[in-house]
């Protein structure tokens, strides 16, 4: 029986002429939606907008695969998914459970809360915090199965005090996994639909007769579902504009190989256009881990996904030190950061961009997907620039608070007066004016 191919994945050195050209190009390297993606998800959203439960039961057959009659039968009976949730087995369960208690244990120190002060002039001033109304929780359901997205979505958002937890995922048969029903149990949502793609987003959003709209849409999908989020946005909030998962191990070449070959691999099998990177000063280490990886490939079930993956967008890179790699790794702004190396504390004061930064040789990525307590739900592609991770205050709004006594009212007045005349907006100034003490 002939062997399988060796494993294709880019490779680079810093101290290569070449290297930044082939750094920017994986960078700018994407995922690339399909030809037409934006109007046809436009096309789905305003059908939604229009036709409502008559467009749901149209695109629940055509793009989900479930025939049913009314919008009505979308929505998931609890009787059922408790029925459905029975069928996990009882460590399963408690491994969800124990997983619910440490993500909730870490919410709970997310949150923000009201204040208040008084400056000198006696005015009060102060924030005022409030949870959201409602919220959609887009839960995937193509390639496998994510429980766990269910909990870091339902947990910091009940944590906030949302009132109204709703949560659509695709179910072709109408019959969702188990586990997903169950972590739903666990976080108590019952509010479920049947229902994937760009026409859940639309529904959450806008509402139809059977589902009311909600105030903020969170949680993964696929390239359907993060465009619709982007045409949505403004009229909900969401979480942020997820694309493919990533990771990049920073390693000093002393952890064990395999070790590191099943991190990236972990990574790499979510999807094809998932994202494994490994930097390291040690070039015959950076072989180790790629014959690691070629040994181990054949008994991964999900093989296939993990060539395509590390082909497309895999990578090694040769680096002068492990501080040039925190430099690389700032430039990349990856979704999970692992700094497998002796003293990851010395590192992690240089790092700037991040979604989630996993300090030591012992600490795996797969930790933070599932249990270890902060969300999992992180920035990608770069975004790690400017968004930071899933949080229970990410559930909750602020409100601005002023409280003017007639003393500040005038001191404030003759500083707002000034600055209106001066944009020229004269009914401001006459606003300001009518409350100041006459001199």
């Known amino acids: 029986m002939p062997s399988a191919a060796p494993l ?199 509402g139809t007769r059977s ?6 849409i969170v949680g993964p999908g696929n390239i359907w579902v993060a465009e619709a989020k982007r045409q949505v946005f403004g009229r909900v909030g969401v979480d942020m504009i997820a694309g493919p998962s990533e990771i990049l191990v920073i390693c000093d070449g002393r952890t064990e190989p395999r070790w590191i070959a099943c991190d990236l691999f972990a990574q790499a099998e979510h999807d094809e256009q998932a994202r494994a990177m490994l930097l390291c000063p040690d070039a015959g280490y950076l072989d180790e881990v790629l014959r690691c990886m070629n040994e181990m490939i054949g008994d991964m079930p999900r093989a296939a996904i993990i060539r395509a993956s590390l082909r497309d967008f895999g990578l090694m890179i040769e680096v002068g030190d492990l501080d040039e790699a925190v430099a690389i790794a700032n430039r990349l702004a990856p979704e999970h950061l692992e700094l497998s190396v002796e003293h990851p504390e010395e590192l992690l004061d240089g790092v700037r961009n991040a979604g989630a930064v996993f300090l030591g040789r012992h600490t795996s990525e797969v930790l933070g997907d599932y249990c270890a307590g902060p969300n999992h739900v992180l920035p990608t592609g770069g975004s790690a620039r400017f968004f930071s991770p899933l949080g229970a205050h990410d559930f909750q709004k602020r409100t601005s608070v002023v409280r003017c006594t007639p003393r500040s009212a005038d001191q404030l007045g003759r500083i707002a007066r000034c600055l209106a005349r001066a944009e020229g907006l004269f009914a401001h100034e006459a606003s300001a004016k009518c409350r100041m003490t006459p001199r």
């Open 8 to 206: 294709a994945i880019t490779r680079l050195n810093t101290r290569d002429s070449g290297f930044e050209d082939g750094l920017r190009r994986h960078a700018a390297r994407q995922a690339g939606a399909a030809a037409g993606i934006e109007a046809r998800v436009r096309e789905i959203i305003g059908d939604v907008r229009e036709r409502g439960d008559a467009a749901l039961v149209e695109y629940a057959a055509s793009l989900d695969g479930l025939a049913v009659n009314s919008a009505a039968e979308l929505r998931l009976p609890p009787q059922r998914a408790a029925a459905i949730a029975a069928a996990v087995p009882p460590e399963v369960t408690q491994a969800l459970e124990q997983a619910a208690g440490r993500i909730r244990r870490y919410a709970e120190r997310q949150t923000l809360d009201d204040w208040q002060f008084e400056d000198g002039d006696g005015a009060q001033l102060g924030q005022r915090v409030t949870p959201l109304e409602s919220v959609g929780i887009y839960v995937p359901g193509g390639k496998a199965a994510y429980p766990s997205s269910v909990l870091m979505n339902a947990i910091p958002a009940q944590v906030a005090g949302v009132g109204r937890i709703v949560m659509t995922l695709p179910a072709a048969d109408g019959a969702p996994d188990a586990a997903v029903m169950k972590a739903a149990q666990i976080a108590g949502v019952s509010d479920i639909y049947t229902l994937g793609g760009a026409h859940a987003v639309a529904a959450l959003a806008y």
């Open 211 to 216: 589902i009311a709209p909600v105030c903020k």
